[in-house]
């Protein structure tokens, strides 16, 4: 029996020991594989416009402007509901009045009541100020779309910045490749006595300025991404290795016409509102001013309970109870009114050409924009031929150079042709879209939903 549950503990022991073993053959065998790369976040325009919408510091302090503007309004109502006061008093009087020798007639005097006020009638000065009120709010609304309209703008002009630089880094990256490819064919033919060293020293510096020129665009990548990633509220180390920009799609039958356009600017660009806002706020302030020449008329009432030397009110010896209606009606005030009058008129006068200013100076930009936008596309037409050629001639001479019948210069010069027709086909690229982005901020159409979206 002893012999038995020896050998059995003992290959529980081996057992466990086998496993064990396995256990942390496996983790090793883990840790010796390579560990597949972080997964790069992919941000697109229209993905970026919302995340700035969402995160953007602005769009909070504008929202918080509203809901300050939507207070002032319901201050500006509450002129409209009566006032009710609870009031109370202990007043202690010494009179000498009845003082028969030199005594003073000490007496204490309590009260409590409740106390009524409406006005009846104030000149339409309360409606003219709840105008007032509501057309600031709308305002503080007109606001937030400019804002939004202002930073959509940004962005974009950020976002485009950033792809360029990307598209950069691309080119110089293709550039510094195929010149590897020729270095290493250089390389080889040298080793069989067809190649001279001055071919391969060649296309060794090929490849060194296309390395410089890949440094080149990835500073500026870095650069553009902080500023991209400031406007998103996303700030962290070497953020520029976390993300990859996704080219947008050709614009393409976006219907936009330039009269269209510049229709719905007159309606809804959120700066122009704001203008027309300010403007009708003028309009009344000029007639709250006006309110003034009328009388005031107040209802009042009071129910209370007055006494001396106790606080114990009796109700039917001790209620007081009165109303009644209060009117005024100012004669004069030292030219008040017309002073408020005359600066509220100056006000409007302001507020108007403002916004003929703006109106005048929004078309210009719309128009401008539109003209830039389709010059753009037919640029980027000829830019995409002109890199295509530019390709195709570069692979026949690079064939005749292995024949022998092109020179190397020759070879330089049409590689040299691609790399400059590929960054003037990635700026035209880019140009397209950085002026439809202007044209739809200009228009205000870059916060409607539909281009908000876009195509993800």
């Known amino acids: 029996m002893a012999d038995y549950s020896t050998n059995y503990h003992f290959k529980r022991r081996h057992s466990a020991g086998m496993l064990v073993k396995s256990i942390l053959t496996a983790a090793a065998l883990c840790m010796s594989l390579p560990l597949p790369a972080a997964e790069k976040s992919i941000w697109t325009l229209p993905g970026v416009k919302k995340m700035a919408l969402q995160n953007n510091p602005n769009m909070y302090e504008v929202k918080a402007r509203i809901d300050s503007a939507a207070a002032e309004v319901a201050r500006a109502k509450s002129a409209y509901w009566p006032s009710l006061d609870l009031g109370g008093s202990v007043q202690?009087?010494?009179?000498?009045?009845?003082?028969?020798?030199?005594?003073?007639?000490?007496?204490?005097?309590?009260?409590?009541?409740?106390?009524?006020?409406?006005?009846?009638?104030?000149?339409?000065?309360?409606?003219?100020?709840?105008?007032?009120?509501?057309?600031?709010?709308?305002?503080?609304?007109?606001?937030?779309?400019?804002?939004?309209?202002?930073?959509?703008?940004?962005?974009?002009?950020?976002?485009?910045?950033?792809?360029?630089?990307?598209?950069?880094?691309?080119?110089?990256?293709?550039?510094?490749?195929?010149?590897?490819?020729?270095?290493?064919?250089?390389?080889?033919?040298?080793?069989?006595?067809?190649?001279?060293?001055?071919?391969?020293?060649?296309?060794?510096?090929?490849?060194?300025?296309?390395?410089?020129?890949?440094?080149?665009?990835?500073?500026?990548?870095?650069?553009?991404?902080?500023?991209?990633?400031?406007?998103?509220?996303?700030?962290?180390?070497?953020?520029?290795?976390?993300?990859?920009?996704?080219?947008?799609?050709?614009?393409?039958?976006?219907?936009?016409?330039?009269?269209?356009?510049?229709?719905?600017?007159?309606?809804?660009?959120?700066?122009?509102?704001?203008?027309?806002?300010?403007?009708?706020?003028?309009?009344?302030?000029?007639?709250?001013?006006?309110?003034?020449?009328?009388?005031?008329?107040?209802?009042?009432?009071?129910?209370?309970?007055?006494?001396?030397?106790?606080?114990?009110?009796?109700?039917?010896?001790?209620?007081?109870?009165?109303?009644?209606?209060?009117?005024?009606?100012?004669?004069?005030?030292?030219?008040?009114?017309?002073?408020?009058?005359?600066?509220?008129?100056?006000?409007?006068?302001?507020?108007?050409?403002?916004?003929?200013?703006l109106l005048l100076r929004l078309e210009a930009q719309i128009r401008q924009n539109y003209l830039a936008l389709e010059s753009s596309q037919r640029q980027l037409a000829l830019q995409e031929n002109i890199l295509a050629t530019a390709k195709k001639i570069r692979d026949l001479v690079h064939h005749e150079y292995l024949g022998g019948t092109a020179t190397i210069t020759r070879l330089n010069e049409v590689q040299s042709d691609v790399t400059i027709s590929a960054s003037a086909r990635s700026k035209a690229y880019i140009q397209v879209f950085y002026n439809l982005e202007e044209l739809l901020a200009s228009s205000g159409k870059i916060t409607e939903q539909d281009f908000l979206e876009g195509a993800d």
């Open 92 to 357: 202690r009087n010494r009179s000498r009045a009845t003082r028969p020798a030199r005594d003073y007639d000490n007496n204490t005097e309590y009260s409590l009541g409740l106390e009524l006020s409406w006005t009846v009638f104030d000149g339409f000065q309360r409606k003219f100020e709840r105008l007032i009120a509501e057309f600031g709010l709308e305002s503080a609304g007109a606001a937030e779309r400019e804002a939004q309209r202002l930073l959509l703008q940004a962005t974009s002009a950020a976002f485009l910045s950033a792809l360029r630089a990307q598209d950069g880094m691309a080119i110089a990256k293709e550039d510094a490749a195929f010149n590897r490819i020729l270095l290493d064919d250089a390389r080889k033919r040298k080793d069989g006595g067809v190649a001279t060293l001055s071919e391969v020293l060649n296309f060794e510096l090929q490849v060194g300025n296309a390395e410089v020129d890949f440094i080149a665009a990835e500073q500026q990548w870095k650069v553009a991404i902080i500023a991209l990633g400031a406007l998103l509220a996303v700030s962290r180390d070497a953020l520029w290795e976390d993300v990859e920009l996704q080219p947008p799609q050709a614009p393409q039958n976006l219907a936009l016409e330039q009269s269209e356009l510049l229709a719905f600017a007159r309606q809804h660009r959120p700066d122009l509102q704001i203008a027309e806002y300010n403007i009708a706020m003028a309009d009344a302030a000029i007639a709250a001013a006006r309110s003034s020449w009328y009388p005031r008329v107040d209802f009042f009432a009071d129910y209370g309970f007055t006494r001396q030397d106790s606080l114990h009110f009796n109700q039917n010896y001790d209620r007081e109870v009165y109303f009644g209606l209060a009117a005024t009606w100012n004669i004069f005030n030292g030219f008040r009114t017309s002073a408020l009058l005359a600066r509220a008129q100056a006000e409007r006068e302001a507020f108007m050409k403002v916004r003929d200013e």
